[in-house]
């Protein structure tokens, strides 16, 4: 820990994410969703959960894997963020709208958990007009951030995408587990994997780094002399 600096901001480490979601009938795209985010190891609380998720059901196959020339939705609203004793972790969210109005509250639920639609992935205020919201959430091991998943904790990955891209009729195109929430994705799509780095400082960091140590080394020395 860097002395003069508070515990809370010297823990602060920034990660890189990405995860895929098996879609069978849009092959060979699947969806991506493709982010960053903040975590302070000492609250062990996520901030800043931004990212670009793909709508598999746009592109050509014949552009660059991963992506496609697939569509691409920026999420950058982290409306949630929920600790999930069992699993070790946080369930974190990020969403396109700055709200979590996506799935339709006809069958009861709270219009956006990835149970909450009764499997419908009917798109919020149906038959109304479509919001048009979509979201990743992604899970945050609170110990270890870059640990590997277990399977558990995959089923528990999700993502819902009610823009036009990703619309089926009145349908959203959802990514869920029948583990994990009790169906597969309205378009059978389902989260297989989920990585996360620690993202690498540019050179400027590092320089500020070293000019800092350089300021306690001198400070340091002078407290000796003294």
């Known amino acids: 820990m860097i002395a003069g600096l508070p515990a809370a901001q010297a823990a602060v480490t920034t990660y890189n994410v990405v995860e895929t979601f098996y879609e069978p009938d849009t092959q060979p795209r699947n969806t991506l969703f493709t982010g960053s985010f903040t975590y302070d190891d000492v609250g062990q609380t996520v901030s ?3 990212g670009w998720l793909t709508e598999s059901m746009t592109g050509t196959a014949t552009g660059d894997a991963p992506y496609y020339d697939m569509t691409q939705l920026y999420l950058s609203y982290q409306l949630s963020a929920v600790y999930d004793a069992e699993l ?9 709208n700055d709200n979590t109005n996506t799935f339709t509250t006809m069958l009861g639920g709270d219009g956006w958990s ?10 919020y205020g149906f038959p109304g007009s479509n919001p048009g919201n979509a979201y990743a959430m992604i899970f945050v091991n609170t110990s270890d951030p870059t640990a590997a998943l277990t399977q558990a904790q995959i089923d528990k990955l999700a993502y819902a995408d009610c823009a036009p891209g990703g619309m089926m009729g009145a349908t959203c195109m959802t990514g869920t587990t029948e583990a994990g929430y009790g169906s597969i994705g309205t ?8 990585v996360i780095t620690a993202a ?3 050179p400027e960091t590092y320089a500020m780094l070293l000019a800092g140590f350089g300021v306690m080394g001198y400070v340091a020395r002078r407290r000796r002399v003294a």
């Open 88 to 96: 070790g972790g946080l369930l974190v969210t990020t969403f396109l």
């Open 114 to 123: 990835p149970d909450s639609h009764g499997g419908s992935g009917l798109y």
């Open 48 to 50: 800043d959960l931004t």
């Open 200 to 202: 690498v400082p540019e």
């Open 187 to 194: 378009m059978s799509g389902y989260p297989v994997s989920q």
